[in-house]
């Protein structure tokens, strides 16, 4: 079995599954979760889920719609001895209860450039050609689903259509939106080999080496 240290937390996976990023260790670095209940919208094998379990959220609720990932998720808060709630949800779908925070990690780039990082097992989510779909549909329904002040966390990254996903900012969460942390990547080999088939807008060069950025948001429920 494959294993991964994320922030100090021992996680089993397998080929077959998302992986915790750099970005999955930042939001769990950046987010205000303390004494808070919890939902971890895209939970994956259960990294955040797990973090927020073991460092003080008051509970944690955790959904995904990949079977693979559930086993995973409920195995590691195992493993790792926290409770957390695993369930099946296509996005909201089977959620029922309302959150002092959710935090979404769910895919935010179209299926061609999610092959390309290497981020994302053979099965990646399927998005539209602006690679947002799934983003904007949680920024439109989240509201349902938090508690008044509540706050959504949404990471996105130059890959993304961040013209769309700013124009749902403004309409569903308008002024009460803010960047809390953005990081700029050098390429991987494999993404400088493929180069060719990125928008030229979501990457920049700085002393010869390609960079991208990823982004963390804190939008709050008036």
Not at 6 to 34: G, Q
Not at 88 to 116: H, N, P
Not at 198 to 222: M, P, Q, T, V
Request: proline share 3%; aromatic share 12%.
């Amino acid at each position: 079995m494959n294993k991964v240290n994320f922030l100090n937390i021992e996680l089993e996976y397998s080929e077959n599954v998302f992986r915790p990023t750099l970005l999955s260790e930042k939001c769990a670095l950046k987010v205000d979760f303390k004494n808070k209940k919890i939902l971890d919208l895209g939970c994956g094998i259960g990294p955040l889920a797990i973090y927020f379990a073991k460092n003080g959220a008051l509970s944690v609720d955790a959904i995904d719609i990949y079977e693979e990932h559930l086993k995973f998720a409920k195995k590691n808060s195992n493993l790792n001895g926290v409770e957390i709630n695993v369930f099946k949800s296509d996005l909201f779908q089977k959620v029922t209860k309302k959150y002092e925070l959710i935090c979404c990690d769910v895919s935010g780039v179209r299926e061609e450039v999610a092959r390309l990082t290497g981020w994302f097992p053979e099965e990646v989510p399927k998005a539209d050609n602006s690679g947002v779909n799934l983003i904007l549909d949680v920024i439109k329904n989240s509201k349902n689903f938090l508690i008044n002040n509540g706050e959504l966390v949404i990471c996105t990254t130059s890959f993304s259509d961040e013209k769309l996903i700013f124009e749902a900012f403004e309409k569903f969460f308008p002024s009460s939106y803010e960047k809390i942390y953005s990081e700029k990547v050098p390429f991987s080999k494999r993404l400088n080999k493929n180069i060719d088939i990125l928008d030229k807008d979501s990457f920049f060069k700085k002393n010869g080496i390609n960079y991208w950025e990823f982004s963390i948001f804190s939008l709050r429920k008036a």
